[in-house]
């Protein structure tokens, strides 16, 4: 296959006009057939990698079943998400090991390549528990932990962790070479989440959402995160999670290689509003706000393709939005030899979009998606 005349996507962040070589399942410096896709006009990007998100279209990937997890992995495809490493919630032991013996034997057919895991509760703190079931919430150990690592067949790639419980620092520093260390659900002040970046932890589950605020007197995680030039910060922007000023302001703050977009999004995503879950606890979505009834913001309902042109909206430049959505999970995560940048010898996966930021084709693995 050849993409021809795209405004092509490069690993230093910019547009160029050029063209593409596909063979098989990768980008190439040779082409396997005579099949030209004529990209003309179009902006040729990377399929989108989302760390961090439960659920769509009526599934979530805390059901635990094949078919979830095919459902889910056919939506983000089309939705331009070509990789995805989803999240559990806070649940009992057994629960989890459900799910994560299922990512283990999940064989994708059709839809976004499974990469990992992204582990979110049960080590996360009452006070700022969010949409999570505080009653399977718990302190940290390491054995617990790599128990459930095993029975995933060590898919897990990332594990928040609220700094301030108990066991939590050392929790981190005896796990920083296994998995990245999140910090996250949490009241720790400035002090408490330094230290736990002095002890391993390397990024930052939804920064702004619950956690204590960026004060000028007490700058909490934020500040801390904003201190430590190695730490990574995911960003909801959905338009409801953060402000579009605050959204602005945090590029400004971090700059583009220290953010990575992420949906968080639940299963009421890619449906209309009503009742849904999130884990056992029941959630109403109106105008893409997923909500508890008592008013708790539970995830959201927009893919991570829409939170791309929603931060665009915002006065992000594409460039900029494009290589939070890419290279930086990809690089985060430890899958950039694979995947997060058009470069020969990675899986061949792109999207073209129009001028709009309209999805005009998704290529997964080589493959046109119909």
């Given at each position: 296959?050849l993409?021809?005349?795209?405004?092509v996507?490069?690993e230093n962040?910019?547009?160029?006009?050029?063209?593409?070589?596909?063979?098989?399942?990768f980008?190439?410096n040779?082409?396997?057939?005579?099949?030209?896709i004529?990209?003309?006009?179009l902006?040729?990007?990377?399929?989108?990698?989302?760390?961090?998100?439960?659920?769509?279209?009526?599934?979530?990937f805390c059901?635990?079943?094949?078919?979830?997890?095919?459902?889910?992995?056919?939506?983000?495809?089309?939705?331009?998400?070509?990789?995805?490493?989803p999240?559990?919630?806070?649940?009992?032991?057994d629960?989890?090991?459900?799910?994560?013996?299922?990512?283990?034997?999940?064989?994708n057919?059709?839809?976004?390549?499974?990469?990992?895991?992204?582990m979110?509760?049960?080590?996360l703190s009452?006070?700022?528990?969010?949409?999570?079931?505080?009653?399977?919430l718990?302190?940290p150990f390491v054995?617990h932990?790599?128990?459930l690592n095993?029975?995933?067949?060590?898919?897990?790639?990332?594990?928040?962790i609220?700094?301030e419980?108990d066991?939590?620092?050392?929790?981190?520093?005896?796990?920083?070479?296994?998995?990245?260390?999140?910090?996250?659900?949490t009241?720790?002040?400035?002090?408490?989440?330094?230290?736990?970046?002095?002890?391993?932890?390397?990024?930052v589950?939804?920064?702004?959402?619950?956690?204590?605020?960026?004060?000028?007197?007490?700058?909490?995680?934020?500040?801390?995160?904003?201190?430590?030039p190695d730490?990574?910060v995911?960003?909801?922007?959905?338009?409801?999670?953060v402000?579009?000023?605050?959204?602005?302001?945090?590029?400004?703050?971090?700059?583009?290689?220290?953010?990575?977009?992420i949906?968080?999004s639940m299963?009421?995503t890619?449906?209309?509003?009503?009742?849904y879950t999130?884990?056992?606890?029941?959630?109403t979505?109106?105008?893409?706000?997923?909500?508890?009834?008592d008013?708790?913001?539970?995830?959201?309902?927009?893919n991570?393709?829409?939170?791309?042109?929603?931060?665009?909206?915002f006065?992000?430049?594409?460039?900029?939005?494009?290589?939070?959505?890419?290279?930086?999970?990809?690089?985060?995560?430890?899958?950039?030899?694979?995947?997060?940048?058009?470069?020969?010898g990675k899986?061949?996966?792109?999207?073209l979009?129009?001028?709009?930021?309209?999805?005009?084709?998704?290529?997964?693995?080589?493959?046109?998606?119909?």
């Open positions: 296959m993409i021809k005349n795209g405004f996507f490069q962040s910019t547009f160029q006009q050029t063209d593409i070589s596909v063979h098989e399942e980008i190439s040779i082409t396997s057939d005579g099949k030209v004529d990209a003309t006009g902006y040729v990007i990377p399929g989108l990698i989302d760390i961090h998100f439960h659920g769509c279209v009526g599934y979530d059901d635990g079943t094949p078919e979830a997890l095919q459902k889910i992995a056919e939506y983000e495809a089309k939705c331009g998400v070509t990789s995805i490493i999240a559990s919630l806070a649940l009992n032991d629960a989890l090991l459900r799910i994560f013996e299922n990512a283990k034997n999940y064989k057919q059709t839809g976004s390549m499974l990469m990992g895991i992204h979110e509760g049960p080590y009452p006070s700022k528990k969010g949409a999570h079931n505080e009653a399977y718990k302190t054995t932990f790599r128990s095993e029975k995933s067949g060590n898919m897990i790639k990332i594990l928040s609220a700094p419980l066991g939590a620092l050392e929790t981190i520093e005896e796990l920083k070479e296994e998995v990245v260390l999140s910090l996250a659900h009241s720790a002040k400035y002090s408490q989440a330094m230290e736990a970046f002095q002890k391993g932890a390397s990024h589950t939804h920064l702004y959402n619950a956690m204590l605020p960026f004060s000028h007197r007490e700058p909490g995680l934020v500040g801390a995160a904003f201190d430590n730490c990574m995911e960003l909801i922007t959905d338009g409801i999670h402000s579009p000023t605050v959204v602005r302001a945090t590029f400004q703050m971090f700059g583009k290689d220290r953010i990575i977009l949906s968080d299963r009421a890619g449906l209309e509003n009503g009742e999130l884990g056992d606890l029941a959630v979505v109106k105008d893409n706000k997923a909500t508890l009834h008013g708790t913001i539970a995830g959201s309902a927009t991570l393709m829409d939170c791309i042109k929603k931060a665009v909206s006065g992000i430049s594409l460039e900029d939005a494009v290589t939070c959505a890419t290279i930086n999970p990809a690089k985060q995560t430890r899958i950039y030899d694979q995947v997060g940048s058009i470069t020969p899986y061949a996966n792109l999207v979009l129009d001028k709009n930021l309209n999805i005009v084709s998704v290529i997964l693995k080589g493959n046109v998606l119909e």
